[in-house]
């Protein structure tokens, strides 16, 4: 019996963890505020990395558990964004010449029905992401038009772009090993930070009764966050890498919107304000929070990759495959195509199984 088989027999702690994160929380009926049920002018695309969500949470790379209340997923930034990359953007149904459209390249290339072992890729542009160019061309074009695609703007002219992977495997149902691979497809050098956050959903605004979760930085010297919820318990994520690790509150920026003083200083879009802004005070110096992130910066040379671990458990040592945790993360990806074969019976499904999934990985290299 395969491993995935034995897995499915009993999916349903395996299927504690999952890709259950939003791709876009901002514009939708969820979401909707309004008085007259434009719910696509009510929480705009410009508004989300500063007013907390109530109903869900989106981000790219996203994983969480199956009730969304403590969500993981890659921020990044390329020093010429003007906002901090925390998730996709797109058109809404009035902007779109052919109505709502996502204008990024991402590919969710591999799972398993457990979700014990995941892959996502997205191709970040090193230029500045042309959000008003995209917005305004559309806007002129008509039905009749072919759609502004991000890759007709030119940025990602002589291949000047990030091929961003993240790996997922679960080494039990609880404990999640992570890999970020960057690769800098560009002729030169060139920056870029990735903020793997781990945050909780604001559950807690709305009834005064709930109980607040918490993350802070664990002790001792490696950078661990710790997050503790009422109904989850004790999680932590750690980070193989020495980093800085930042904490603010998942809560509205109420002053951005001229809805009146904050209640707390650290809100929700204190990350872009400290890595984007440079606003050394904007994220907590105290180390706690309902929303955290680890900050590495690296400059990737011309066709460099940078690697990132983490391991997301309730152990508070970590690492319990003894550190290797790319030897796991690999041994899982070569056995996937088995595993997925073994649990969708006759040769015709298999055969489709497997053609679908190295078609979307060829699909994906590139833009």
């Known amino acids: 019996m395969s491993k995935e088989r034995e897995r499915l027999s009993e999916p349903g702690p395996w299927r504690r963890w999952g890709p259950y994160l939003s791709e ?37 790379a996203g994983l969480c558990d199956e009730r969304q209340l403590l969500c993981f997923a890659l921020a990044l930034w390329n020093e010429r964004d003007p906002i901090l990359k925390e998730r996709a953007f797109g058109l809404t149904n009035g902007q779109g010449n052919h109505g709502e459209d996502v204008k990024e390249y991402y590919f969710f290339l591999d799972s398993t029905p457990t979700h014990s072992w995941m892959r996502w890729l997205y191709k970040y542009p090193q230029a500045a992401y042309p959000y008003t160019e995209l917005v305004e061309e559309n806007g002129r074009r008509g039905p009749q038009d072919f759609e502004y695609e991000l890759v007709d703007t030119g940025v990602f002219a002589e291949n000047r772009y990030f091929d961003v992977a993240v790996d997922f495997a679960k080494a039990s149902p ?75 509150e998942n809560e509205t920026n109420a002053e951005r919107f001229g809805e009146g003083a904050n209640p707390m200083p650290y809100v929700k879009d204190a990350f872009h304000e400290a890595v984007v802004v440079g606003r050394a005070d904007a994220a907590n110096p105290d180390s706690v929070g309902t929303k955290a992130a ?3 910066h690296v400059i990737a040379g011309a066709g460099g990759e940078h690697q990132l671990r983490m391991e997301f ?34 040769r015709k499904r298999r055969l489709r199984r497997i053609g679908v999934r190295q078609g979307a990985q060829r699909a994906a290299t590139s833009p």
């Open 24 to 60: 876009r929380q901002w514009g939708t009926v969820r979401e909707d505020r309004s008085r007259d049920g434009n719910a696509w002018e009510s929480f705009s695309h410009d508004e989300a990395r500063s007013r907390a969500y109530r109903w869900g949470e989106d981000g790219l």
């Open 313 to 346: 458990a309730h152990d508070g040592g970590g690492h319990g495959k003894g550190g290797n945790v790319t030897l796991y993360l690999d041994g899982n990806s070569v056995g996937t195509s088995d595993d997925v074969a073994a649990a969708t019976p006759g």
């Open 174 to 248: 609880d404990d999640v090993l992570i890999r970020i691979a960057v690769t800098n497809n560009g002729p030169e050098a060139a920056p870029l930070h990735l903020l793997p956050t781990l945050w909780f959903r604001n559950t807690w605004t709305a009834h005064d009764e709930a109980e607040r979760p918490q993350l802070s930085r664990a002790g001792g010297t490696r950078p661990v966050i710790r997050a503790e919820h009422p109904s989850l318990g004790l999680r932590y994520l750690h980070v193989d890498t020495d980093c800085a690790l930042l904490f603010t």
């Open 294 to 296: 680890a900050h590495l």
